[in-house]
């Protein structure tokens, strides 16, 4: 039986997700990368091009957090939080790389700010509000769509919506007794060490 669902169908190929991902990448570096750098002049072409690079940032980034997260580092998380939770999680998490990349551009300044050749990655501090606010919105832009999509197929295709919803569900009792196993494993052992420390004060006492 084919499935429509997206988040199914990506499950189904998890090469496509990685592979596009590099290729992504590969070209933004290559359009963005420290070789290409020119004196960063509000509001000339370069600049546009620049704010441009931040906002496919913004795209790319999301993408990739976005399966990362919800592949590795916080799949439980996302499956008590739901689509609210995943948009906010996602579009804090590009911003504040673009903050931190902010942060990188300044240090490279003030690093070479004796150095008349020097390239300036950063014109003001209006051009840094904007690169932020270009990957921020770019981040929101990207999980509306990806949300929007998703309800569309559930829409379409609520068969195999409701299959997903209800693997969703096989994982999220998988991923509670994971978390419940982990959790009685750590209880036996302080209630070990509680024993041995008590033990242990027992025989010095003595």
Sequence with gaps: REIHDMNIVLGRHTWIIPIGLVVYWSVFVSLWGFWGWNDAVLFSEWWLFDTLGHACFGFGGTLTFLYLYRNYTLRGWFLFGGQKFLVMAIVTAVAFTGVLWEFFEGAW???????????????????????????????????????????LYEKKYPDESLQFEIEKLEALSSHLAREILTYKQETRRNIYRRIRRTLRQGLRNK
Excluded: P, R
């Excluded at 008349?116 to 003001?124: D, E, I």
């Design 109 to 151: 300044d003030l690093a070479h700010l004796d150095e008349t050749s020097h390239v300036n990655a950063q014109a003001a501090s209006l051009d840094t509000t904007i690169d932020i606010l270009a990957e921020t919105f770019a981040s929101f832009l990207t999980m509306l769509g990806y949300v929007g999509i998703n309800k």
